[in-house]
């Protein structure tokens, strides 16, 4: 998958329809895996924004946990306008609802796959089962786990959501936690899974079960907008990402256009 280079981090550079297809094909549908003799090597998908850059410039772990993501998604405009400040070729954003709409359709065609869901709440993931299993019938619907609300787990807490994926063995773990709490708990944990493929996608959770309204066609969204109704729906929990973040964001993106030759793009190499 061709990449390319925004603050350090190997940003996808291809069309959401490309790298949702390249994600599919990686992921070999095994009915019924069980057991150690079936584990496999997971490949994880996280998406990068500028809020999640900013929190990264003061939580290593968090800046580690994105800089070796398998595949990082440009999720968000601001990934956008940043590639064409430095000389870019990313055209088009892909979100974390784009993957996982997708990477469903695509599955469900395919038929035989197997998704789990970790995160959000109980009253959450039961909305997603009923929507799921209606909407994509031929992906087995495996099993979810409610995490507890809390910034740091346990190791007791680790085990138990560890135990609750590998007990069913998903070809599929969608993550929907909180940045960078996801991002950190997947890097962590990710070799203890019996996954083919982990996805960070936080606030799809919310939007798939409709806890938050989502414009999917409107004006705003075509025209990269889509964080403003975002932004007066939960002005509490968002305000910060538009006028801390994105300031900060675009203060670095400018320094690495000052200070950095045009960017050469670079094939990310697939883990044997």
Known sequence: MRTEDILDYSVAAVSPEACVYA????????????????????????CLNPHSVKM???DLAAKQALMEADVLIPDGVGIVLASQ?????????ITGNDIFREMSRRLNDKGGASCFFLGSTKHTLAAIETKFTKEFPEIRFAGAYEPPFKQVFTEEDNTAMIEAVNRVAPDVLWVGMTAPKQ??????????????????VGAVFDFYADNVKRDKDSWLVNHGLEWLPRLLQEPRRLWRRTFVSAPIFFWHVIIQALTSPRRTYRRQVSKK
């Open 23 to 46: 994600l599919v094909k990686r992921i070999v549908v095994s009915k019924g895996r069980t057991g150690e003799d079936a584990s496999v090597t997971p490949f994880w998908v996280a």
């Open 56 to 58: 990264a410039l003061s």
């Open 85 to 93: 400040i430095l000389g870019g070729a990313i055209q088009k954003r």
């Open 183 to 200: 991002e950190k708990w997947i890097h962590r944990n990710k070799n203890k899974l019996n996954v083919q493929c982990i996805a960070a």
